[in-house]
C-alpha cells in the first residue's frame, strides 16, 4: 500500500500545454454531459480546441495550462473527461475555484504554480512530486517550487476521490 501512494503523489509524464482560461466547455462539449462515465468523456476531451487531442494523449500525461484553468460551468464532467483519457495531473497558473472543488472530488491531482510557463514546452517530460511541491523537468533540467497539496487534500486523491475517502474514513 505504501509502495502505491508513493507513485501517486509522484508523477511522471510528458507535458500537453494550454493557454489561460480553458473553460469546462473546452474541456468537455455540452453535448456529451449525458454521460458521466469517465472514458467515454475523456475520448471528447478538449476536441472543441484541439482535434484528436485525447488520441494524443498516453496514460500518465500531465496537461500543463495559464491562469484561470476549468472556468466556466461547475461540472464534475471536466476533471473527469481528463482523467478518462489518461491525464495523471494538471498543473497551472491558477484553477477557477470550481475546477478545483470538482477535480478533488474525482481524484485529479493538480498544483498551482506561478511561471511554470517558463520551464515547460510541449511534449517536454516532468516529474511533480505532490507532497513536497516540487515540479520538474526532465527535458530541461528545471525545477520550481510551489505550494505542496495539502495533506488532507493528499488523502482524498489517495483515496481516489471523497466519495472513495468517505468510504475509508471513520467520522466522529
Known amino acids: 500500500m505504501v509502495e502505491n501512494i508513493y507513485k501517486i503523489m509522484i508523477i511522471k509524464g510528458r507535458v500537453h500545454k494550454f493557454g489561460n482560461d480553458v473553460n469546462t466547455d473546452d474541456i468537455i462539449a455540452a453535448k456529451y454531459l449525458v454521460s458521466t462515465n469517465s472514458r467515454e468523456l475523456g475520448s471528447h476531451c478538449m476536441e472543441t480546441i484541439r482535434p484528436g487531442f485525447s488520441k494524443a494523449v498516453k496514460a500518465g500525461d500531465i ?3 495559464g491562469k484561470n484553468f476549468g472556468c466556466g460551468s461547475s461540472r464534475e464532467h471536466a476533471p473527469l ?3 478518462g483519457c489518461g491525464i495523471k495531473a494538471v498543473v497551472a497558473e491558477s484553477f477557477a475555484a470550481i475546477f478545483f472543488r470538482n477535480a ?3 481524484g485529479l ?4 504554480c506561478t511561471n511554470i510557463d517558463s520551464i515547460v514546452r510541449n511534449n517536454e517530460t516532468l516529474e511533480i512530486n505532490l507532497k513536497d511541491g516540487i515540479i520538474r523537468n526532465l ?3 528545471k525545477m520550481l ?3 505542496p497539496f495539502p495533506e488532507f487534500l493528499q488523502d482524498i486523491i489517495k483515496a481516489g476521490g471523497l466519495i472513495e475517502w468517505t468510504k475509508l474514513t471513520k467520522l466522529p
Not at 491531482?109 to 498551482?112: H, S, T
Request: hydrophobic share 45%; charged share 20%; proline share 5%.
Open 81 to 83: 473527461a481528463i482523467k
Open 139 to 141: 527535458s530541461r533540467g
Open 63 to 65: 496537461i500543463v495550462a
Open 104 to 106: 478533488i472530488n474525482i
Open 109 to 112: 491531482p493538480f498544483l498551482e
Open 145 to 147: 517550487k510551489t505550494h
